[in-house]
């Protein structure tokens, strides 16, 4: 992916931060945006150490001003976008609060929006462009407790396919990937029982690995991936089909 210059999204830790790592080792030169400037940084380091280009930035999807700020700086330059920024703010719908289905549908879903619409341009120009929006099983599933979180991810669904065929015309393609459970800070959050009872679901008996969803955004971002738009590729170890 030599002359690719990739924004991840979310890259300070998880699977933000993996993807950053996998795009830098397939030639890619990485944006790796977040508000922890500190893990970002420690990022940036590993990556110019083994010899890939990265650079930090500065980036909370859910603030419009931030997002232009690292539009102004890197927006011309970036030709796949990874929207991975995403949080969970779980609790039974009836007792769920404005304010925590707010914060989610804004990191998760308007975030994407958001970080889409201020790339696209400089990709229609230059007639080559990849989008991969990092959505959720439970997004096409549904889970109790996730109203919110479950909304998001079927949101980036819908605009996934939507972006696809907005954008289709010049070569542009926009793709999701749908990860089951992934050893990350966002389940180690779940309680024993609740990973127990997740992981007797998942076929493959097992959680997912970071790169394992890392392989699938670098794949997506390929150029041998080319023939693929607005697809929901399932990362789950069988979790769902
Ligand atoms: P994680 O370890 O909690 O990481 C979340 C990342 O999102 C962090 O780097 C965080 O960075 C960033 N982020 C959160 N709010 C942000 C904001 N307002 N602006 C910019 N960045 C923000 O979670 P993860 O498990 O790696 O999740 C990554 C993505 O995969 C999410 O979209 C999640 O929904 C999805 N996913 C995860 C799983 C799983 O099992 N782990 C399964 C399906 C889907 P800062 O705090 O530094 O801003």
Not at 53 to 67: H, I, K, M, T
Not at 133 to 151: D, M
Not at 172 to 186: E, L, W
Request: proline share 2%; charged share 20%; hydrophobic share 45%.
């Amino acid at each position: 992916m030599t002359n690719r210059v990739a924004l991840v999204t979310g890259a300070s830790q998880g699977i933000g931060r993996a993807c950053a790592k996998a795009l830098a080792a397939s030639g890619a030169r990485v944006i790796a945006g977040a508000r922890q400037a500190e893990k970002l940084a420690s990022l940036v380091d590993e990556i110019r150490e083994g010899g890939g280009s990265a650079d930090a930035v500065s980036l909370d999807v859910r603030d419009q001003q931030s997002v232009n700020a690292m539009t102004a700086a890197h927006g011309k330059a970036i030709n796949i976008l990874v929207n991975n920024a995403g949080i969970t703010g779980d609790g039974l719908a009836m007792r769920m609060r404005d304010a925590d289905w707010q914060r989610v549908i804004d990191t998760n879903l308007t975030g994407s929006f958001r970080c889409a619409r201020a790339v696209m341009r400089p990709m229609l120009r230059k007639r080559w462009g990849r989008i991969i929006n990092i959505a959720s099983v439970v997004g096409l599933s549904g889970n109790p407790g996730q109203a919110n979180y479950t909304a998001s991810k079927a949101g980036v669904i819908g605009l996934t396919k939507t972006l696809a065929l907005e954008l289709a015309g010049r070569n542009v393609t926009v793709n999701a990937i749908a990860p089951g459970f992934v050893a990350t800070a966002m389940t180690e959050a779940l309680d024993e029982t609740s990973r127990s009872k997740i992981l007797s679901r998942v076929p493959l008996g097992r959680m997912g690995r970071l790169d394992e969803i890392a392989a699938a955004v670098c794949f997506l971002a390929s150029d041998e991936a080319g023939y693929i738009t607005g697809h929901v590729l399932n990362v789950s170890g069988g979790l769902y089909m």
